[in-house]
């Protein structure tokens, strides 16, 4: 079976400080990965996509793949109070379509 | 531009009873997906479309749940028999392509109370 997974969390950090948010799969079929922020009550925003090995960045954002280790993770940098969310890890597998999300983990940022 | 939309964004049903959930994809986007999200859960994929004709319906639950997309836009989610383990958040979602490399956008979801 195809997984996703996230250590749920909270994951608590201060205000400017850097979250780290990590999340294993255990398909190498692999290809694709995304980060999702959910705040509560609300839907998925896409915030980060990665498809190749290294880092990308956007903003205060980092997302770093590592398909050997099967590994990806979020860094946040000058982590803000308004940063505090679900985040979800999702992939998707051998062209299909379909995401499969892990769990999600929560982040608050203490002003 | 507009986003995803869905309605109703509440309905609240009774055990046995059928409904239908809508779902309005970005405008341009070929390929609209059905999730549905417990709580404390990530979102579980259920069935997605590519134009007209479903793709991939391998996270249907049951022969309950049933999805049409008849024009390649607007797609319906409908659920016979509601159960109270229907009871979630189905969010839809839609891409501009399909396959590894797609970027999928969620509407606000359709939270369902089966009583």
């Known amino acids: 079976q195809k997984e996703v997974e996230q250590n749920s969390g909270p994951l608590s950090v201060p205000e400017g400080a850097i979250a780290s948010l990590n999340c294993t799969y255990s398909?190498?079929?692999?290809?694709?990965f995304f980060w999702y922020r959910q705040y509560s009550g609300k839907s998925p925003e896409l915030i980060m996509s990665i498809y190749s090995n290294g880092d990308k960045e956007d903003g205060r954002f980092t997302a770093q793949l590592n398909k050997a280790s099967q590994y990806v993770s979020l860094l946040i940098r000058d982590s803000q109070p308004s940063d505090s969310a679900t985040y979800l890890c999702a992939a998707i597998y051998n062209q299909g379509g379909k995401l499969i999300f892990g769990q999600g983990t929560e982040l608050s940022v203490k002003p | 531009g507009a986003g995803v939309s869905q309605t109703p964004s509440n309905k609240v049903t009774e055990k046995g009873k059928y409904v239908e959930l809508r779902c309005d994809p970005i405008s341009g986007h070929t390929a609209l997906y059905w999730y549905r999200q417990s709580l404390g859960q990530g979102p579980e994929f259920l069935i997605y479309?590519?134009?007209?004709?479903?793709?991939?319906d391998s996270g249907l639950p049951n022969d309950r749940f049933f999805a049409v997309r008849p024009e390649g836009s607007v797609s319906t989610l409908k659920i016979q028999r509601t159960e109270r383990g229907d009871s979630a958040v189905y969010l839809c979602?839609?891409?501009?392509?399909?396959?590894?490399?797609?970027?999928?956008?969620f509407g606000p979801g359709t939270r369902l109370t089966v009583l």
């Open positions: 979602a839609s891409s501009r392509v399909t396959g590894g490399f797609n970027e999928q956008f």
């Open positions: 479309f590519q134009g007209t004709g479903a793709a991939d």
């Open positions: 398909d190498r079929g692999s290809q694709s």
